[in-house]
C-alpha cells in the first residue's frame, strides 16, 4: 500500500449539532504566517469512513484518492502549527461525512498553502467594520477578532450572524464575550424562526440594515468612505445583501477594482 499524504492530527472535536462542528488539528511542521480570514485545504482519503449521520454520496469517491475542500481557519494568524476550523455536514457530500467521522487522534490532511484575499488588508485603522455572515461565514470573522481587535480601537466592529435558530449561531459564547469586553465591538445575532424564549433581533439581514439598528446600537453608518461591509457565507444571502449595499453606494472589491464591499461565499 502506498503511503498516505495526512501530515496533521485530530487535537480537539467538539460537536456542536449533529451537522456541526470545531475541529482543530495540528500539524507536524508549522504553516508560514498567515492573514486573519485566509483558507487552507484538509484532505481525507475515499478508504475512510464515513460518519453515522450521512448519507450516501451524491458523487462516489475513489478510495485510494484524497479528497480535498477549502476551509477558513478561524485561529488567530500566529497560530501556525494548530488550525481550528468550523465545519458544517453535507450529508451526501464527499469529504464532510469523513471529517466528521473523525476523532482525537486520527492523522488528516492539511493544505501546505494558506491562501485567499478575504482579510482586513485593506482597512485602514480607523474604518468601521461590518462583518455579516451566515452559518459557517462566521469562520474568518473570528480569525479577524481574535488577531486584530486588540490593534483598532478607532475602529468599531460589528459582527451580524444570522441564523434560523439559536443553536446555529456558532461562537455565540465568544462573540458574546467580546461585545462585553470591547467597547468598540457590536454583536447583532438575528433569527428568522426563533421560539419565544430568544429575546434579540428577529429581523433578515436587509431588514436589519434598513431598519436603523447599526446606527442606533453601533452608532455605524452605511457610507462607502467611512464602513467597509465583509460578506461570508451562503451565496444568496450575498447576492442579497451586495444588491442592498450596491443602492447605498457601496462597490464590491475585486483584483482589479476598488471598493468597501469585500465577499467570501462558501
Ligand atoms: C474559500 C472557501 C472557504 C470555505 N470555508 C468553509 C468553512 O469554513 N466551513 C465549511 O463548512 N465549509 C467551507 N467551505 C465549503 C467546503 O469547501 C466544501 O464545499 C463543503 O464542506 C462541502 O464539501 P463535501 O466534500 O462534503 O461536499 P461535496 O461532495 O463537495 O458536495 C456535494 C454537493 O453538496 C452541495 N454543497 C456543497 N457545499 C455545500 C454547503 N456548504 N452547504 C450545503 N450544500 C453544499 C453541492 O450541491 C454539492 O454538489 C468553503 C469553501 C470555500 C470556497
Redesign the pocket.
Known amino acids: 500500500m502506498t503511503p498516505n499524504k495526512y501530515n496533521a492530527t485530530v487535537v480537539q472535536k467538539i460537536q456542536i449539532r449533529p451537522n456541526l462542528m470545531i475541529l482543530r488539528v495540528a500539524t507536524d511542521e508549522p504553516r508560514t504566517k498567515f492573514a486573519a480570514g485566509q483558507?487552507t485545504t484538509l484532505g481525507l482519503y475515499g478508504y475512510e469512513p464515513r460518519s453515522e449521520n450521512s448519507e450516501p454520496?451524491?458523487?462516489p469517491s475513489k478510495p485510494d484518492k484524497l479528497?480535498q475542500?477549502?476551509?477558513?481557519i478561524a485561529s488567530a494568524r500566529h497560530e501556525t502549527q494548530q488550525f481550528e476550523?468550523?465545519?458544517?455536514q453535507?450529508k451526501?457530500?464527499?469529504?464532510?461525512?469523513r471529517l466528521f467521522h473523525l476523532e482525537v487522534g486520527d492523522r488528516v490532511f492539511v493544505g501546505r498553502r494558506i491562501v485567499?484575499v478575504f482579510n482586513l488588508s485593506d482597512a485602514p485603522k480607523d474604518a468601521d467594520l461590518v462583518m455579516i455572515a451566515t452559518g459557517?461565514g462566521i469562520?474568518p470573522y473570528i480569525s479577524f477578532l481574535r488577531s486584530h481587535i486588540m490593534e483598532r480601537p478607532e475602529s468599531k466592529m460589528v459582527v451580524i450572524q444570522a441564523a434560523a435558530h439559536q443553536g446555529d449561531l456558532g461562537y455565540f459564547s465568544e462573540l458574546s464575550f467580546l461585545n462585553n469586553a470591547f467597547p468598540n465591538f457590536y454583536y447583532l445575532p438575528t433569527l428568522t424562526d426563533a421560539d419565544e424564549t430568544w429575546p434579540g433581533l428577529r429581523l433578515w439581514i436587509e431588514e436589519l440594515l434598513d431598519s436603523g439598528v447599526l446606527a442606533e446600537k453601533a452608532g455605524v453608518v452605511c457610507d462607502p468612505q467611512k464602513t467597509h461591509f465583509y460578506l461570508c457565507g451562503n451565496p444568496i444571502m450575498v447576492e442579497n445583501v451586495s444588491k442592498w449595499l450596491s443602492e447605498h453606494g457601496y462597490e464590491k472589491k475585486t483584483r482589479k477594482t476598488e471598493g468597501t464591499l469585500f465577499v467570501?461565499?462558501?
Open positions: 483558507y454520496e451524491a458523487i479528497i475542500r477549502a476551509y477558513s476550523f468550523y465545519i458544517s453535507v451526501t457530500g464527499q469529504l464532510t461525512p485567499g459557517t469562520t467570501e461565499e462558501f
